[in-house]
């Protein structure tokens, strides 16, 4: 009996093991499946032809607007997505300028279309004409481009530039958080930036932003000092506590409402190697897991004043994934601590005296690197090439609501395996969310402030698989999962209207969650710099304040 029972433990370990490989070979293996998926859709796309703006584009800047005929140049823009779904929404033509001042050039040409289509009034409903890529991390299909219109790409705007003090560094919307590290690491310096090195600049930050230092300086959003700003009109303006402070608050979560960010300048500080890494446990650890989350997150929060808190502690992030191929569960809890321990082979005082400490795992990963290494981990678990899904919800820090989150994840499994999705990856995140965090920094309108005085947990969604033909079942599934996690959380009063933008489906209202009156302070600071709403209407993609015509 025990040699079964011994049996049945190492074959399921070797699942496991198998199952981590797996996930670790997509990294290599998924952007070469992209790059020919690529290779099709441009084929199709190539008998577009130019629309009569794409054209006026061209002839305003010819030497920054690719299109489809230019078979190379398009193919390396549209294979530039992250989520496979954004690499299939084939615009008319990308415009990729150079300079601010191409980008003035440009945002003019399209609100002069914008003007023409309106003056139509009820006989043409304005329709999208054009969409922003800072990264083109975003899953939502459409967030980044828009089909058969105009696809503004930032990438040019890369620039990573320290102060001379090294107080603040100015960050082209372009740049890719690895390209921010890499600078920095080289200089010792930090900024409250992204934790996973393939994401972009512009989302990450317009949208509020978690960081491994928000537990010591707040949001990613709460750390820019100023952003430069090409609004509707075409000209160029600087948002900061200073000048236009309305608008500097408003793009601090506010997503892209209130024109096209081209640089954000943001405070940095003195950073050193970091301790970090991911524990890999089995499923049959589920419920030790989900208490040491609870336990460790709680005493971050402790009002117990005999313990201290160690704001160089973050995380814990516990990933819960399910591969149906395998009928395997995988447990990967990512530990950071944001400053290198005085002995670099064991484990910082707050870890190794947490709940997770003391739990019995495959293997871990846990070890002193350089920030750009640590974030670059965080990428290899989910990397580009893959049809992708988010969703999300907020709760409290509770025990038993944690435990429904899980079980909604697991309640799950058996409509997946029914419907034999190809490769996919079915994942469930837990993060805490601390007050404390969203009092640090700079205020912002994400509405935690006052709303906050409870530790709450983000819980996410973050799915992946392979096929077109799957992606109503794998969008339904994910969405009726959170509506669950929703309801119990409803019933427990153990919810919390937030919603983390960066992570929404596209089918949630994240300014909702906000409050009601930040959302209509950003839809008046939408008013007020975009007044014929260019930016509500116009451009597609990212999520819109519901602005009503001022004359309505």
Not at 178 to 186: F, G, I, N, P, T
Not at 309 to 315: K, M, R, T
Not at 465 to 478: G, H, I, N, Y
């Amino acid at each position: 009996m025990a040699f079964q029972v011994l049996s049945a433990s190492a074959a399921t370990t070797l699942l496991i093991i198998i199952a981590i490989f797996i996930l670790r070979r997509l990294r290599i293996l998924q952007p070469l499946e992209a790059a020919m998926k690529a290779d099709h859709i441009n084929l199709m796309s190539s008998s577009l032809e130019p629309t009569m703006l794409s054209k006026s584009l061209a002839s305003a800047l010819p030497d920054s607007v690719i299109f489809p005929q230019d078979a190379a140049a398009f193919k390396q823009s549209m294979s530039s997505y992250w989520a496979q779904q954004e690499c299939e929404v084939i615009p008319a033509c990308v415009v990729r300028p150079r300079d601010v001042q191409q980008l003035c050039t440009a945002v003019t040409v399209l609100k002069r279309e914008y003007d023409e289509q309106g003056k139509q009034g009820a006989e043409k409903k304005v329709e999208g004409l054009f969409a922003i890529r800072s990264g083109g991390h975003s899953p939502v299909s459409g967030a980044a481009s828009i089909k058969g219109g105009v696809m503004i790409d930032l990438g040019l705007f890369s620039e990573v530039t320290p102060s001379e003090d090294g107080s603040s560094v100015a960050i082209g919307a372009g740049a890719k958080w690895m390209d921010v590290s890499k600078v920095l690491d080289e200089k010792g310096l930090a900024v409250v930036g992204c934790r996973n090195s393939a994401v972009g600049v512009g989302g990450l930050t317009l949208g509020g932003g978690l960081s491994f230092f928000s537990p010591r300086f707040g949001l990613v959003c709460s750390n820019i000092i100023s952003y430069q700003v090409v609004l509707a009109s075409g000209s160029i303006t600087t948002a900061s506590a200073s000048t236009n402070p309305d608008l500097w608050r408003a793009l601090k979560g506010g997503s892209n409402n209130f024109g096209i960010v081209t640089r954000f300048t943001a405070r940095s500080f003195p950073s050193a190697k970091i301790w970090s890494g991911f524990l890999y446990m089995p499923a049959f650890q589920t419920a030790k897991v989900l208490v040491a989350f609870h336990e460790c997150v709680n005493r971050a929060d402790s009002g117990d004043h005999s313990t201290t808190y160690d704001n160089h502690a973050a995380g814990p992030i516990a990933c819960f994934s399910y591969f149906p191929k395998l009928g395997v569960q995988v447990i990967a809890v990512n530990l950071v601590y944001t400053k290198s321990p005085v002995n670099e082979k064991k484990w910082p005082t707050w870890w190794r005296t947490s709940s997770f400490g003391s739990l019995w795992r495959l293997w871990s990963t846990c070890k002193v690197r350089t920030l750009t290494s640590a974030t670059d981990e965080m990428n290899t678990l989910n990397p580009p090439g893959r049809r992708q899904v988010f969703a999300t919800t907020t709760i409290k820090n509770d025990p038993a609501t944690l435990a429904a989150a899980h079980g909604a994840y697991c309640g799950a499994f058996a409509s997946i395996r029914r419907a034999n999705v190809k490769g996919l990856l079915w994942t469930l995140v837990l993060q805490p969310l601390l007050p404390d965090w969203a009092h640090k920094g700079d205020a912002n309108p994400l509405g935690l402030h006052d709303s906050t005085h409870e530790t709450l947990v983000i819980v996410s969604f973050t799915v992946n698989w392979a096929e077109r033909r799957d992606d109503d079942f794998v969008k339904t599934t994910t969405r009726r999962t959170v509506e669950q996690i929703d309801a119990v959380a409803a019933a427990n009063k153990t919810g919390h209207r937030y919603r983390y933008l960066n992570y929404c489906a596209d089918w949630q209202r994240p300014f909702e969650g906000y409050g009601e009156e930040n959302w209509r302070f950003l839809q008046g600071v939408s008013r007020r710099y975009d007044p014929e709403g260019l930016f509500q209407k116009g451009c597609v993609g990212g999520f819109k304040l519901d602005v009503v015509d001022a004359e309505a």
